[in-house]
């Protein structure tokens, strides 16, 4: 590719500056969730929602499991969720569907 790099040479996703950045103050989040044992809800995940809203200048914001649950959660929020398997969305490619 003249004048540019070759496409696989750009890595999808190298974390290693934000790691640097904020690495303590994940793994300090990661033990406390440990030694508290609530890996589902509980205070860890009510003070993400609160900073994650407050970042977006929402009023609420809400946790996921996945990305799928976020894109369903979305869809049902927008009155869209899908009632048969007849019905079809159309995702990014960058998108993978979940086994039923």
């Known amino acids: ?3 540019g790099k070759a496409l696989d ?6 974390l290693r500056r934000q790691y640097a950045q904020v690495g303590a103050e994940v793994l300090a989040a990661v033990g406390r969730v440990c030694a ?4 589902i809800l509980g205070e860890e995940v009510e003070a993400l929602e609160r900073e994650l809203a ?3 200048g929402a009023r609420d914001a ?3 499991a996945s990305g799928t649950d976020a894109l369903w959660l979305a869809l049902a929020a927008a009155g869209r969720v899908m009632r048969s398997s007849s019905s079809s969305l159309r995702l ?3 998108c ?3 086994p039923d």
């Not at 040479?9 to 190298?14: A, G, H, K, Q, Y």
């Not at 508290?36 to 890996?39: C, D, F």
């Open 1 to 3: 590719m003249p004048g």
């Open 9 to 14: 040479s750009v890595p999808m996703l190298d």
């Open 36 to 39: 508290s044992q609530h890996y």
């Open 54 to 56: 407050e970042f977006c």
């Open 62 to 64: 809400v946790g996921c």
């Open 92 to 94: 990014p490619s960058f």
């Open 96 to 98: 993978s569907r979940a």
